[in-house]
Nanobody, 125 residues
Framework: QVQLVESGGGLVQAGGSLRLSCAAS????????MGWFRQAPGKEREFVAA????????YYADSVKGRFTISRDNAKNTVYLQMNSLEPEDTAVYYC??????????????????WGQGTQVTVSS
């Protein structure tokens, strides 16, 4: 199975930026679509962004469009989420996920087969 490990979370003030990384172990991500999801306390897991295996197909949730950027480096088996203009509403545990359908870029959590353990992002007002 694919092992995914998120990193880069932390505490930041509103308006600040963070860059999350998702590193894969065991196999390359070249044949996988990748997604980022988040879950705030008391809320369901929410779609954030997704990217196809080639990077040519990208989708964002309306709540983060224009502020977040998803990218991938298949040679490094790593997916990134650059988060700018962070707001307190962005506070959540952020998870990366892998989908063996290369062009799947699904927005539903059930579309993904592999998940990391998450990294906490806290945005203070």
């Amino acid at each position: 199975q694919v092992q995914l490990v998120e990193s880069g979370g932390g505490l930041v003030q509103a308006g600040g930026s963070l860059r999350l990384s998702c590193a894969a172990s065991g196999r390359t991500l070249s044949a996988y679509a990748m997604g980022w999801f988040r879950q705030a306390p008391g809320k369901e897991r929410e779609f954030v962004a997704a990217i196809s295996w080639s990077g040519g197909i990208i989708y964002y949730a309306d709540s983060v469009k224009g502020r977040f950027t998803i990218s991938r480096d298949n040679a490094k088996n790593t997916v990134y989420l650059q988060m700018n203009s962070l707001e307190p509403e962005d506070t959540a545990v952020y998870y990366c996920a892998a989908d063996p359908i290369p062009n799947g870029v699904g927005i539903v959590a059930a579309s993904y087969d592999y998940w990391g353990q998450g990294t906490q992002v806290t945005v203070s007002s």
